[in-house]
């Protein structure tokens, strides 16, 4: 029995690349495409540059390149803008950053230079760590949605580009819960016009980009497009969102080991985590309020994979506790020390140690094109509002209201491979292999 093969429209032209934020992560993801455009690297890390998808049976040998497999924008058709509350270029901005080593950077330098930012909507009492000096100026929250707008017209008209994406690469915000504002697409236009609080400057682009058919995906913890009236926006102009919280360093271990931990049915008493960097990331986490964001992203992977209320002799009470320190010294170069107290056979106590000693934006870098390629395919195959099957790039994935997200890597990687073969018009694969045996 055949498949319905969902239409997708062709990419035509380029695709505009909306930056929020023009730090490690984007300058490292730009830079990172201009070194592959001119052979000076590799898109290591990027499933759609690297990765595969099997079709069919196993016998049938048909594993062709997802780049091969769906219709994606290439990487030499993308255009590049950003905004940011500090007016580096992105060359000055990857400098400062430390990630990527200065002789790389002089290569790509004019391309760098180039891309300069626009000016930021920024809001101190939102990330109170930084002092933003690039920054726009509105008497409502409103008026900087429209100059955002405006922006981002002007760029499309002199970069001559087809069609757009947007990425938050931007800070950690204040913790903020979804409040009446954010109740319907009518309240969160009132909420924007009376200046309300509860509408922090990622939302302000959020608003922009949807009101002008641009999906967004939300790289930070912060709540964004996490409410009714964006979904609402989103479904009604037909666009895909997504978010939230690039999964990079310590949770993407978590999401690795904890499935594992769980399919062999050993238990777990406590999992204590710590981290170290010294990038603007660092800086902003430094706020204890940032801070809460960021850590209800990352505790929420262990309950979700473990189900302590369906193995409570195994899970139930188990101890998790997440620290972030900045330390200047490391920049981007995290470091993640987990300690993990499990048990086994008769209840006998082990331990799993773990030292990660990663490059934060090396991580991010390829999820930020991934994202974006994968959005604009969502866009032209006609799905609209929360694309679940991204969820492999985030630490608290966004679901459909009262749905559980799941954060088991290895299913989120298969729902996405399943849904590329549902757009695609190919069978799904199960993994049941019974018929090879027949």
Not at 84 to 112: C, M, N, Q
Not at 220 to 232: F, G, H, K, R, W
Request: glycine content about 8%.
């Amino acid at each position: 029995m055949g498949v319905e093969k969902i239409e997708i429209r062709k990419p035509e032209g380029n695709l505009g690349v909306l930056l929020v934020g023009l730090g490690a992560v984007s300058t490292t993801f730009v830079a990172g495409i201009e070194a592959v455009r001119k052979g000076l690297g590799e898109p290591f890390g990027s499933l759609t540059q690297m990765g595969t998808i099997r079709l069919g049976k196993r016998t049938e040998k048909r594993v062709p390149r997802i780049a091969d497999f769906v219709p994606l924008v290439p990487m030499e058709d993308l255009e590049f803008a950003a905004w940011d509350p500090f007016e580096d270029s992105a060359y000055e901005a990857a400098i400062k950053s430390g990630v990527l080593e200065e002789p790389l950077l002089e290569k790509l330098r004019p391309e760098l230079e180039d891309l300069k930012p626009f000016k930021a909507v920024f809001d101190k009492r939102y990330v109170k760590k930084l002092d933003g000096t690039h920054v726009k100026q509105g008497k409502t929250k409103m008026d900087l949605a429209d100059q955002v707008i405006e922006d981002i017209l002007r760029f499309k008209e002199e970069k001559k580009v087809d069609s757009l994406v947007m990425v938050w690469c931007g800070s950690t915000e204040i913790f903020i819960k979804a409040q009446e504002v954010h109740a319907s697409v009518e309240k969160f236009e009132a909420g924007l016009r009376a200046n309300d609080v509860n509408i922090p400057s990622s939302m302000v682009y959020a608003y922009a980009a949807l009101k002008l058919g641009i999906p967004f995906a939300n790289g930070a913890p912060n709540l964004t497009v996490d409410v009714p009236a964006m979904q609402q926006m989103a479904l009604e102009r037909k666009v895909p969102i997504c978010g939230k919280d690039f999964k990079t360093g310590q949770t993407m271990m978590k999401t690795i080991i904890a499935p594992g931990l769980k399919a062999r049915m050993l238990g777990l008493s406590g999992w204590f985590s710590t981290n170290i960097l010294g990038n603007r990331d660092g800086e902003v986490l430094d706020d204890p309020e940032s801070f809460r964001t960021k850590e209800e992203s990352k505790l929420s992977v262990l309950e979700y994979i473990l189900q302590p209320d369906l193995y409570p002799q195994l899970y139930k009470d188990f101890y998790h506790k997440v620290r972030i320190n900045y330390y200047p010294p490391r920049k981007d170069n995290k470091e993640g020390w987990d300690n993990i107290d499990i048990f086994g056979w008769l209840g006998y106590p082990m331990q799993v140690k773990i030292d990660f000693l990663c490059r934060d934006s090396i991580l991010a870098a390829p999820l930020v094109l991934d994202l974006a390629l994968f959005m604009d395919l969502a866009r032209r195959s006609g799905l609209a509002g929360v694309q679940e099957w991204l969820s492999f790039y985030f630490k608290s994935p966004m679901t459909a209201p009262g749905l559980y997200p799941e954060h088991d890597l290895f299913i989120q990687l298969m729902k996405l491979k399943n849904t590329l073969r549902h757009i695609a018009g190919e069978e799904q694969i199960t993994h049941l292999g019974l018929d090879y045996y027949d």
